[in-house]
């Protein structure tokens, strides 16, 4: 990888995490192409490459040719293809693949224990491992996508709308957040430099955090009380791993109740940075404030429903 990294496609570009990943791109002047399935209706800027294709070999093949690297931020569903997308940039010559990582630590020894519907992230990665000689990867740990939370009300626990928060065992267990600008800026440091990070996890966040945090700095950015409801992360896990195990249509909430699990302390997954340390200095990825960040998310979610 003498060359410098200069033309990127990105896999999933339209969604929540690919969007910011592609400003980021576009802002550092790389050469963006986004891959897009032939029914998807997603429009990019005009400095967009975009690509369809029917994700056969052929088709992907041909679609990463003259790539340097290619990004996936597929969601849930597409992460069983990801073994095709990595086989297809090794047939192109692309030389270097992230897979689409982004959340928790799927590193950890306990993490597929705590969180079974990773599985299919370990699985991807394992693969790159054996095919290192051929492309290299890097896989970016974000911990919880802090911003990206707000959206979804109940997510994380947290309802600003309804002035409701779920505190998982008295709220003091610190986790790693991160925003998705800060997510993008990685993704744009280890390309520029992939040689220092090549074949490993690289672990980030916007700041490390716990529940009660959150919860005063939304109260005094609000001006309200939030109604609390304790939880244990314990019970939630068992009734999670129940939900899943019995499959059906309480299974999204199965899953969803593991993944919340494995933030606030299940399998120890989600503080990272007091374990394997982190790259936010190596990338230079600027600091950030969490009363800041909930401002900030707080006003564009006010401005996006006017």
């Known amino acids: 990888m003498s060359s410098p ?9 339209s969604g929540a995490v690919g969007r910011p990943i592609v400003d980021a791109l576009l802002d550092a002047d790389f050469n963006v192409t986004a891959l897009a399935r032939e029914s998807s209706k997603a429009t990019f800027p005009p400095s967009v490459k975009l690509v369809n294709t029917d994700y056969s070999p052929a088709s992907l093949s041909e679609a990463f040719k003259g790539q340097d690297a290619v990004v996936s931020a597929v969601a849930s569903a597409g992460l069983g293809t990801q073994i095709a997308l990595v086989d297809a940039a ?24 705590t969180i079974p519907g990773i599985k299919v992230k370990i699985e991807t990665v394992e693969y790159l491992k054996s095919v290192q000689d051929k492309i290299s990867w890097m896989v970016v740990v974000t911990g919880a996508l802090f911003d990206w939370g707000f959206d979804f009300p109940g997510a994380g626990g947290w309802d600003v709308a309804a002035r409701t928060a779920v505190i998982w065992d008295g709220g003091d267990i610190p986790f790693e957040a991160t925003n998705l600008t ?23 966040n916007s700041f490390t955090t716990t529940q009660n945090h959150i919860l005063r700095a939304l109260e005094k950015i ?57 790259w936010n200095e190596r990338l230079g990825l600027p600091k950030e404030n969490l009363e800041d960040s909930i401002k900030e998310i707080l006003e564009s979610r006010k401005r996006s429903s006017q």
């Open 222 to 278: 609000v001006g309200e009380k939030f109604q609390v409801t304790n939880a244990s992360v314990e019970e939630t896990w068992k009734a999670g791993m129940e939900k899943v195990a019995r499959g059906g249509e309480g299974q999204r909430d199965g899953v969803i109740a593991t993944i919340h699990a494995g933030y606030y302390g299940k399998g120890k997954l989600n503080h990272y940075s007091a374990t394997w340390g982190l």
């Open 5 to 13: 990294i200069r033309n990127v496609v990105v896999v999933g570009a």
């Open 182 to 204: 800060q997510t993008g800026r990685a993704v744009v440091a280890i390309l520029r430099n992939p040689e220092s990070s090549k074949n490993q996890s690289i672990y980030i």
């Open 90 to 113: 090794i047939a192109a010559g692309v030389k270097v693949f992230l897979p689409s990582e982004f959340g928790i630590d799927t590193a950890s020894p306990n993490a597929v224990q």
